[in-house]
């Protein structure tokens, strides 16, 4: 059973960091495109940033305030948040979508994802 379990979040104040973690299993996940999205009460699912095996993207809305990697032994995608702000509180979600060994492809909508976590809550107070 495919199993994507997200960890690290919390309650924090502006300008200050949090690391999110997502361990999958079930599969191999290593040629895969892993992304992160979040969705705010009353808003809709947006993209956050994802990552191939050697490229990592970000929204606008976090770049360069957010780091994504990953550890293909342990089979983990990892956030890092750093400066973050109020408008950053959401629920953020770990998603896998299942690509052939190489593919650099990564998508920001949500629909081509395969594979879903739980999500972990993260609030920002001013």
């Known amino acids: 059973q495919v199993q994507l379990v997200e960890s690290g979040g919390g309650l924090v104040q502006t300008g200050d960091s949090l690391r999110l973690s997502c361990a999958a299993s079930?599969?191999?996940?290593?040629?895969?495109?892993m992304a992160w999205f979040r969705q705010a009460p009353g808003k809709e699912r947006e993209f956050v940033s994802a990552?191939?095996?050697?490229?990592?993207y970000y929204a606008d809305s976090v770049k360069g305030r957010f780091t994504i990697s990953r550890d293909n032994a342990k089979n983990t995608v990892y956030l890092q948040m750093n400066s973050l702000k109020p408008e950053d509180t959401a629920v953020y979600y770990c998603?896998?979508?299942?690509?052939?060994?190489?593919?650099?492809?990564?998508?920001?909508?949500?629909?081509?994802?395969?594979?879903w976590g739980q999500g972990t809550q993260v609030t920002v107070s001013s």
């Open positions: 998603a896998a979508d299942r690509r052939p060994p190489g593919s650099t492809l990564v998508y920001s909508t949500a629909n081509e994802y395969d594979d």
């Open positions: 079930g599969r191999t996940f290593s040629s895969d495109a």
């Open positions: 990552i191939s095996w050697s490229t990592a």
